[in-house]
């Protein structure tokens, strides 16, 4: 909460919620990277984060947050690079046209 340091986080596979206020008022956080394994997100997780865009999959606790709490948010390709033809082409999936976050930020 209140880190104005704080630019970009990337939540592991081993989260499965966030709670509430968590991010509340990071007003430097650009992206957040959450996986399919977050099922649940509190409302006011990202609260004041005007600058923040979430990364994700589609059918996830984050798409249906970010669209709930209107949030920008971007696919990123479920796949690892390179796996059954995944590969990004600056910052593209060249497969699924989904954004790599590490390379769509500039
Ligand atoms: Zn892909």
Not at 26 to 53: H, M, Q, R
Not at 60 to 81: D, H
Request: some cysteine; aromatic content about 14%; hydrophobic content about 30%.
């Amino acid at each position: 909460m209140s880190c104005k340091g704080l630019t970009s986080i990337i939540i592991p596979d081993s989260v499965t919620s966030i709670g509430s206020h968590a991010f509340y008022n990071c007003t430097g956080l650009k992206s957040a990277v959450i996986p399919k394994s977050v099922k649940y997100i509190w409302s006011n997780t990202f609260y004041d984060c005007t600058e923040l865009t979430i990364y994700g999959c589609s059918g996830t606790a984050a798409k249906s947050f970010a669209y709930r709490e209107k949030i920008p948010f971007k696919y990123i390709c479920e796949y690892p690079q390179n796996a059954a033809g995944h590969d990004y082409v600056k910052g593209i999936c060249t497969v699924c046209g989904a954004d790599d976050p590490k390379y769509s930020r500039n």
